[in-house]
């Protein structure tokens, strides 16, 4: 047992115990009015509960002791990051309080308006699947006519290389115009900004493939359609990925401008909506929104991604 | 050795011609006048620059002969089939497939692997990589590799086997192991076989014939038969008198290289 134990693991839950009892001992500023919420003690406990249960079961479970022992310094950091704000804001009110809230109001949005929070979210996440989809399924196809096709190449050509480097949050003036809804609007935005990295790398990918793959499945007895989809299109799909991955962080962008922009009920929407409104707890509360939804998004490509390209020495990691 | 019927190669008067870069016309190979019978199993030796590798291509069906043609029992070769699978130096199995997939690959689009899927592990035993059906290309050594791009190429039950230099990458050790390998499969399925090589000694191990071809202009000099009884010695005198006189064949066409070189 005593061979089994790593003091680091314990590291997390000492900050949190320090954290909660900063705020519980230190008083609130005189000059802060608002009335007083419970959440970031809630918040603390839960924290303290949750890291001593990965302490205690990291007794038991090498992996776990590791992974958690070597991270065990960045969580403690980052609790002690959140002590010091509530220091800085509630406890002494160093920063603005307007535009810098304390922990505890930031938490109070998401307990009292988590479901409209959650609502902003389903809208934007519609709007970013329907462009996003659109966008990567015609750029695979453009990328595919274009890196196969040389008669494809000499028309389409010029026009991406032309077209595509425009960011596509220029475009918002058309498309507010060419479009009847703003949701089609922002669409085609998102669907623009994903179809160009995707359509570029795709063609490149595929008109870079060894042509000794194509002779080789030519006399296995392929046919062209064949060659395109059961040799061009695998051999291409590495560098088709980075396309896609360059079209996420595009889209990205282009999801949050066209929100602020004049699409209703997307997170960019409510983010830009409460700052007009000078509540910056719910513009926190709504960045931390985005923030973990594109990065669990991002995980979630690399583990397709991981899974796609498992035949690859050495899979580039990001 | 099983006599295989099908298989039968004539070349008529073949030329091929390429257009390089800086416009000019290069003769690849020319006055191409041959049989190859059912099971034959022949070798092309030569210098770069003789043709050996365009014969092979045009054979396969890669490229197209500005004049004359080739014929595969009786059939004009006018495209790539599987009926003439080809082997590359480079054994170039697809990375993104396994083992078992890149044998497979050949049946699958021709929608026989439902039938066939019998003869994928077959092959696979053949060429002995059993229990390697689930790697990935890249985790096969160079042997094993072309192994592997023997078996995908057989599984089509091709009527003549095309090997571009199949050989030339692996070491002198793995290569002796390959030529025995080769034998074998040849003799099991008696597959018409056409093989372009460097190594005059791979040659004479291997082949019934030797296509001795020579560079400028790119033709085949002379065709020896090679009647040693098989299983073949590396020094027996037989071999080593057929060893000599086609170093003279490819060296007196060299010297005569040169002279034309420095006049």
């Not at chain 1, 918002?172 to 179809?195: E, G, H, K, R, Y």
């Not at chain 1, 980075?242 to 889209?251: D, E, V």
């Not at chain 1, 490509?301 to 580039?316: A, S, T, Y």
């Not at chain 2, 692997?113 to 096969?140: M, N, S, T």
Request: hydrophobic share 50%.
């Amino acid at each position: 047992m005593q061979k089994s134990f790593d003091y680091r693991t314990l590291i997390p839950t000492l900050s949190a115990v320090a954290a909660l009892l900063v705020h519980l001992l230190v008083p609130n500023s005189p000059k802060y009015t608002q009335k007083q919420v419970p959440y970031f003690t809630i918040a603390l406990i839960i924290i303290i509960a949750v890291t001593l249960v990965i302490a205690f079961a990291s007794l038991f479970n090498e992996r776990l002791r590791k992974k958690y022992a070597f991270k065990s310094w960045f969580i403690a950091t980052f609790i002690l990051f959140l002590n010091l704000l509530n220091l800085a804001t509630l406890k002494l009110m160093i920063l603005q309080s307007i535009y810098f809230p304390s922990p505890d109001r930031i938490l109070k949005v998401y307990v009292e308006e988590w479901p409209f929070l959650l609502k902003c979210l389903g809208y934007s996440l519609r709007l970013l699947a329907t462009g996003y989809l659109i966008g990567a399924v015609l750029g695979i196809s453009t990328g595919i006519m274009v890196g196969w096709s040389k008669k494809w190449s000499y028309w389409v050509n010029p026009l991406i290389k032309l077209v595509g480097p425009i960011p596509s949050t220029a475009w918002v003036p058309i498309a507010l115009v060419t479009f009847p809804t703003s949701f089609q609007a922002s669409v085609f935005l998102i669907a623009l900004a994903v179809w160009f990295p995707t359509t570029v790398l795709t063609s490149s990918g595929i008109s870079n493939v060894q042509n000794a793959y194509f002779e080789v499945s030519s006399t296995l007895g392929a046919r062209t359609i064949q060659k395109i989809f059961k040799v061009a299109l695998p051999a291409a799909m590495p560098s088709i990925f980075i396309g896609i991955f360059n079209g996420t962080s595009a889209s990205f962008i282009t999801l949050m401008t066209a929100e602020m922009l004049g699409v209703k009920f997307g997170i960019g929407w409510y983010i830009n909506w409460q700052r007009e409104m000078l509540s910056y707890a719910n513009v926190y509360a709504g960045l931390i929104v985005i923030a973990l939804t594109f990065s669990l998004i991002i995980t979630l490509m690399f583990r397709i991604r991981d899974r796609v390209l498992g035949w690859q020495k050495g899979v580039i990691k990001w | 050795m099983v006599t295989q019927k099908t298989g039968f190669i004539q070349a008529q008067g073949v030329r091929k011609s390429f257009v390089q870069p800086d416009g000019q016309t290069v003769v690849a190979l020319q006055d191409v006048q041959t049989e190859i019978q059912p099971g034959e199993f022949i070798s092309l030796i030569g210098p770069s620059g003789c043709g050996k590798s365009t014969f092979l291509r045009l054979v396969a069906g890669l490229i197209k002969p500005d004049e004359g043609s080739f014929t595969l029992d009786g059939v004009p070769i006018s495209g790539a089939g599987y009926e003439r699978g080809l082997v590359f130096q480079d054994p170039t199995l697809f990375p993104w497939l396994t083992i078992y997939e890149n044998v497979a690959f050949g049946l699958k689009i021709r929608g026989l692997y439902k039938e066939k899927k019998d003869d994928v592990k077959e092959f696979i035993k053949l060429v002995g990589l059993e229990g390697f059906e689930k790697a990935y290309p890249h985790q096969l050594s160079g042997g094993m590799a072309q192994r592997a791009a023997l078996a995908r190429a057989l599984v089509n039950h091709p009527k003549v086997l095309l090997l571009d230099e199949p050989f030339g990458a692996l070491d002198a050790f793995t290569r002796m192991n390959m030529q025995d390998e080769l034998i074998k499969i040849w003799q099991e399925r008696g597959t018409t076989t056409i093989m372009v090589t460097h190594d005059v000694d791979e040659a004479i191990y291997l082949s019934d014939k030797i296509f001795v071809m020579t560079p400028r202009p790119a033709k085949i000099e002379s065709i020896i038969k090679v009647e040693i009884g098989r299983p073949r010695e590396r020094d027996l005198p037989d071999f080593l008198k057929l060893r000599a006189k086609i170093l003279q064949i490819l060296n007196f066409a060299g010297k005569r290289e040169d002279i034309q070189y420095y006049l």
